[in-house]
């Protein structure tokens, strides 16, 4: 290179080589930073391949607990964590015998984990098996009450209520659950003051015959 007024032409090599040191520099950061993002995604990949496996021996609180440490989750991640995170309160509402609420707790899943679709499936059977089981039981209820109260008699309930002090003055309300020959079982309820609350007060055993009374709760 031909040297013009000096050290000028000097001074330009040594800021090319600047540039070329600062671009290399760059490149080798930007190299570091895709392989980290490729590490990354790749434990991400292992960690739901590993909470597939741990749903399928129904360890579903270590399964959420192994994607939740992995780092920059892939949507496949963050979807079955989701699909965990519902899974675990519907099974709790379950385990509580609430089951109106465990079935709204089992939202549609999100991800893709044939692991987690299978899950869904078996605690959803068994909320609908319950529900179905909780009517049943609740109809027949109603209608052996019903039946009760058909075969028992004003004066049978008077008489009841006369020895117990349950006056209908007081909001107190008496219903027959069960008749077996002069022994009458009653479900005794009385009413708030403004008549939108009826606390079970108790369930007695009541004999027509000899007028003895056993209170059974």
Known sequence: MTVLEGGKTMQTSKFFKRISVGTAALAMVLAL???GNSQSSVSSTKAVRS????????????????LSQSSNRTNEANN???DLQNYISAKQAYD????????AKLKEQKSTSTAMRDAYSVLQAKINKKQVSNSTSSSS?????QAASDQTSDSVVTSFANKMGFSGSKGYTITPTEVNGHVYKFEVRQNNSDHTVASLIGIYQYNSQTGAVTKLN
Request: aromatic content about 8%.
């Open 33 to 35: 930073a895709g392989c």
């Open 51 to 66: 909470a597939n496996r741990l749903i399928r021996n129904n360890n579903f609180q270590d399964a959420y607990d192994k």
């Open 80 to 82: 079955l964590m989701t």
């Open 96 to 103: 509580n015998q609430d089951y109106q609420t465990a079935s």
């Open 141 to 145: 209820k109603t209608a052996a009450n």
